[in-house]
Structures are given as structure tokens and as C-alpha cells.
């Protein structure tokens, strides 16, 4: 008992189970590691491995889900998905056990189900329910001593933070399946371990799941007492806190403000010739102070309107991120790409000077530049850029916030209502790599190019993902309104009945990804649908219908007991309309192998 999991050490886990052998081939027995008095013996024989509820005092809970992924696996019959780790960053996409034989629904094979009732845990609104929710304990199974089977690396404690059904294809079959995004919680106030001690004493029905965050890691307590908002400053990251403090955790474990911890933003100075930041001087950021840094950039005006060469150049960086390029690029990269976003979307009256905002946005404590030598960094110019071809783009804080998919809305909401709200702004996205920010429904999910076969004709193998959509929740849903819009009350009549619109607050389409789930549905007219999904309206906090232009109310969302609307997803379709005013939200949530 008390024996402790390390983030990156390597177990065995053998067909010889016995707890009592401490190491087998040179390797930590996994069942040695994780044996004890009260649980029973832990599985790592399929890909997702719950271990049984305990039923405490006035509450059912689960001990902890073991989750493991089989790379070599990847691409079967057996696994058709492919399983990406990104630990770097904080991420793991997994795919759930439905398979192409198997003819039960989707969400009743047995990992899919346990994942799903996993999800609802990690969705909870409250800490007290939080308390109760099941870790994800993740592992990844690795090759040693020349074999591929019986080794697993521990990857760490991770939380679900958005699910989405999907459709996938195996023996030329289409089939249904889950795919869940995991974050991957920084346990680097803890050393990287996960003491096991915190998992029997989730399972000791004498204990309440309160009594047993005492054992748990200082981010998994931070989660349980604020949700999903707080994520970005618990996730797993190539940056971390000072080891021995995790963010909001003061010395003895005690919460104290997570806004006290960094420095209030800078303000900008009166000109934009001030000199750019020394490398390495960045302030630490939060989602509030950065979205404070994006409001406040020290731009030039010309004729009462903002130049558009610092925010272009922003929403360029933040796409890399948004695609999964490198955060830094080349001068000469830069330079033809956000010359050709300035030359098409900059002020008809502004010069093209890509190198403006290439060096002057360091002074913004968002971006960097590397490569410049220090002779040169006193006034540099086009043509030392081009001589010594610097690199420049996002500071990896900057990066690391962009990362999780509400602040990077968030982001683009703010840089857009405030200095391109005069743009076509499908055409801006849509130029930028990042089509589906402008409205709330997003762009559904096409096919993707896999690899193109020579022959008389051009041919491509494609891989498709679809969204499926439950027709039955829509209806559901219209029914229990009775047709009428919960915006304004109007209910249409047509022929043969009544007519309205079922609209999802957080799309399903990219880059929103947002479940098909009750709470993300409300009942529009045609006329409020097209306006809440062009984003000219949004719900308030206090649920005040109210106008993106001016903040003007308009009504008051009328509410049905029998439907719970997810006050995150209100949150994140706030966010897209730039009219977010809290620090964070919940990240993406939804509805939810073996």
C-alpha cells in the first residue's frame, strides 16, 4: 500500500500478476505498484479498465478508470482508430470500443459506457459533485526487451473535456464510435507521481469522496473545486509553475486567487515606437490577461480607424496554432504570407510593411523574435530580416493558453470585434486557415485526403468523419417547447402544425466540435436561429437576450424545467461573440474501448 505511479516510468504489466514480485524483467510490476487491502486487482488487458464502484455513505463512486493505448494496434480490424498522445501540450485523443461487428448502440459496449457515465461526472457544476467524479489514470503501452507487448508507460491523471460521436470505417464498413479529448492534468507540484494511496482511499467505503482529495494531486483538487475554467492553469505543459506550487494552491494546499499570481497586464504607452521586450521577459498569462493584452495593443490610427497590421499578424499566429504548425516561422515565411493578408484585408490607405509587426509586436508581450542579432536590434529593418532571415511568432505562453479551444475562440472573438469588425469576416477566416469562427454552427466535418493513387484519371483515398446527429433529441426538444421560441415566443404556424428550429449553442461543426446533447440545444425561430448563429445575439450571464452590436437586451431567454441549458456552452457561444467578461469557461464539453 502507498506505493506511488511516476509520470514516464515504464511497468510490466506480465501475465504473472502476483503483487508480491516487485520487479519482472528489470521493470516495476505494475501489480506490485498498485496492490491493495481494499481494491481489487487492477486490469490493463483492455483499453479502457474501470475498477468497481464503492457504495460510501449516501454516494456511489468510482475508484479510477484505467485507460491504455495499444499504438501498435493502430489501424487494425482489431483498432481501427489511431489514438494520439500529445503530453507535451496537455492532450490525449482517444477513441471509444465500438467496432465494425458490433451490432449493440453505440454507447452501450462496455468502455464507451463507462467513458460516457465518466464524462457526465467531469461535467458536473458543483465541487461537491466534482469530489465524486473518476481520475483517468493514462497509460500507453511501449515496446522493451524486444517486444511489443507487456510494457506500459504512465502518462498521468487526466479529466474529459469534450466528447463528440463520430463515424469510421473499417473493411470498406462505416460504423459508429465515440472520440473523447482528455486533458492531461501538470502534476509537477507533486513531483510527477500519483500516489496510490488516492486511489484505495477512493475505493474504501468508509471514507467519503471528500475525505479522500486529501490524497490527491494539488491539479485534481484545484479541478474538483473549479471545474473545467480552470484548466489551462493545471493542464500538463512544457512550461510549468515553480515546482512544489501548483496554480490557485497556496503552500498547504489552501485555494487562494489564481489572479494573484501574475502581474497585472501592462499598459500600453502613448506611441508605438516603444522598444520591444528583452527575450525571456515575458509576463506570465492567464485567459483574462491575455484577452486584457489584445484589447489594449498599441496600434496606430489613421482617419479615427485602427491599423490592421498587429492584429492580422495576431490571427495569423494564432491559425498556426489553431493547425498544429510550429509557433515560430521564418522571416521570409512571415513575410510573404502576412504581406499577402495585409496587402488584401490592411487599410486601403496603409503601406505593406510586414516587418512592423513582425519586431514591434514583442512589445505587446505576445509574440518573440529570434535570430536578430544584438548590433542590429536597435533599429532593425526589411533588409536585415532578410539578410539574417530571424524567426518570429507567439511566446510558448501565449501558444500554450492558445492551446485549449474556449480561450483560442475567445481570442479570435476579441481581436476581431475590436479592430476588424469592418471585414468580410468569412472571407478573412476562411483566408486564414480558420473557417468556422465567425458563426456558432462552424463547418461540418468533410473528407480528408489520404493519399492520391496514379492512374488515366486522378484518383484519392480518402478517410471521411462525420457527425451524426440525433433527429429524436431535436424533436425532443421542440415538443417539450411546444414549438415556441424560447427568445421571443413566437410559434409558427404552417399547414399542418407548428414549425421551429432546434439550434446548438456550441456547434458541432469545426472548430466548435460541441456535443448533441440536450443541454446544447435551445428552440429558435428561423429569424433568432440565423441571428444567434451569425452571432448577433448572445445570452447573458443573468440570461438576458442581448444584441452583439451595442449589448442592448432584447428579452429574456425563456426556460423549461424539463431542460437544463449548459451554462458553459452559453459561455463559449459568448466568447465567439466577443462578449465574454469572465476569466474563463469550461472547456469544450459534451454527451461521451476496451
Known amino acids: 500500500m502507498g506505493s506511488q505511479l511516476r509520470v514516464g516510468e515504464v511497468l510490466r504489466s506480465a501475465k504473472n500478476k502476483d503483487p508480491s514480485i516487485a520487479l519482472i524483467d528489470g521493470y516495476p510490476n505494475i501489480h506490485h505498484v498498485t496492490a491493495s487491502r481494499i481494491l481489487a486487482q487492477v486490469q490493463l488487458s483492455k483499453g ?33 482508430w489511431h ?97 473523447y479529448d482528455l486533458a492531461v492534468l501538470d502534476l509537477s507540484a507533486d513531483d510527477d507521481r500519483v500516489d496510490w494511496a488516492w486511489i ?38 512544457t512550461i510549468r509553475p515553480v515546482r512544489g506550487r501548483a496554480p490557485g494552491l497556496d ?23 516603444e522598444r520591444p521586450a528583452e527575450a525571456g521577459s515575458s509576463d506570465e498569462l492567464t485567459s483574462s490577461t491575455f484577452m486584457d493584452k489584445l484589447k489594449s495593443l498599441t496600434v496606430h490610427q489613421r482617419n479615427g480607424r485602427h491599423s490592421r497590421h ?30 499577402g493578408l495585409l496587402a488584401e484585408f490592411g487599410l486601403p490607405e496603409s503601406s505593406v510593411t510586414p516587418e512592423y509587426p513582425f519586431w514591434h509586436l514583442q512589445t505587446s508581450r505576445l509574440w518573440e523574435v529570434r535570430g536578430v542579432p544584438s548590433e542590429q536590434a536597435a533599429k532593425p529593418h526589411a533588409a536585415a530580416f ?21 480561450v483560442r475562440s475567445q481570442a479570435v472573438a476579441v481581436l476581431r470585434e475590436t479592430y476588424l469588425a469592418d471585414i468580410d469576416q468569412h472571407a478573412l477566416m476562411e483566408r486564414l486557415g480558420l473557417a468556422g469562427y465567425e458563426s456558432a454552427s462552424g463547418v461540418g466535418n468533410g473528407a480528408e485526403d489520404r493519399e492520391t493513387q496514379p492512374g488515366p484519371a486522378a484518383r484519392r483515398t480518402v478517410t471521411a468523419s462525420h457527425i451524426v446527429r440525433d433527429m429524436g433529441l431535436a424533436d425532443r426538444v421542440k415538443k417539450l417547447h411546444s414549438d415556441r421560441c424560447q427568445v421571443c415566443s413566437l410559434q409558427l404556424s404552417t399547414r399542418f402544425g407548428t414549425y421551429s428550429e432546434a439550434a446548438h449553442i456550441r456547434g458541432l461543426g469545426r472548430p466548435h466540435n460541441g456535443p448533441d ?12 436561429h440565423v441571428q444567434f448563429d451569425t452571432l448577433a445575439i448572445y445570452i447573458g450571464a443573468d440570461g438576458t437576450v442581448c444584441s452583439t452590436a451595442d449589448g442592448s437586451g432584447i428579452g429574456e431567454l425563456r426556460r423549461h424545467p424539463a431542460h437544463q441549458i449548459s451554462e458553459a456552452h452559453l459561455r463559449y457561444h459568448r466568447a465567439l461573440c466577443g462578449r465574454d467578461t469572465t476569466a474563463h469557461s469550461p472547456g469544450p464539453a459534451a454527451t461521451a474501448r476496451t
Open 386 to 406: 532578410d539578410r539574417f532571415n530571424p524567426k518570429g511568432g507567439m511566446t510558448e505562453q501565449t501558444a500554450r493558453l492558445l492551446a485549449d479551444p474556449f
Open 310 to 339: 498587429k492584429p492580422l499578424t495576431l490571427l495569423w499566429g494564432i491559425s498556426r496554432v489553431a493547425t498544429g504548425k510550429p509557433r515560430l516561422a521564418a522571416w521570409r515565411q512571415f513575410r510573404d504570407e502576412v504581406g
Open 251 to 273: 503552500s498547504a494546499g489552501g485555494h487562494h486567487e489564481i489572479l494573484g499570481l501574475f502581474p497585472e497586464p501592462r499598459q500600453p504607452e502613448d506611441t508605438d515606437s
Open 517 to 528: 446533447e440536450l443541454p446544447n440545444l435551445l428552440v429558435l425561430c428561423p429569424n433568432h
Open 83 to 179: 489514438d494520439v498522445f500529445d503530453l507535451d501540450n496537455g492532450h490525449v485523443r482517444y477513441f471509444g470500443d465500438h467496432r465494425v461487428d458490433h451490432t449493440v448502440p453505440v454507447g452501450t459496449t462496455q468502455g464507451n459506457a463507462v467513458l460516457l457515465e465518466a464524462l457526465s461526472e467531469h461535467q458536473a457544476l458543483t465541487a461537491e459533485q466534482r469530489a465524486l467524479a473518476v481520475p483517468l489514470l493514462v497509460f500507453a503501452a511501449v515496446s522493451r526487451n524486444k517486444t511489443p507487448k507487456g510494457y506500459v508507460e504512465f502518462c498521468g491523471v487526466a479529466v474529459i473535456e469534450h466528447v463528440e460521436q463520430i463515424e469510421q470505417e473499417a473493411k470498406g464498413q462505416p460504423f459508429p464510435n465515440y472520440r
Open 200 to 237: 484505495e482511499a477512493r475505493g474504501n467505503p468508509k471514507l467519503s469522496a471528500a475525505d479522500s482529495l486529501g490524497h490527491a494531486p494539488r491539479s485534481w483538487r484545484q479541478w474538483v473545486q473549479h471545474g473545467h475554467g480552470v484548466l489551462p492553469e493545471v493542464r500538463r505543459q
Open 48 to 80: 479502457i479498465n474501470p475498477i468497481a464502484k464503492v457504495k460510501a455513505p449516501g454516494e456511489r463512486r468510482r475508484p479510477a478508470i484505467l485507460i491504455r493505448a495499444s499504438p501498435w494496434k493502430a489501424g487494425t480490424v482489431e483498432t481501427p
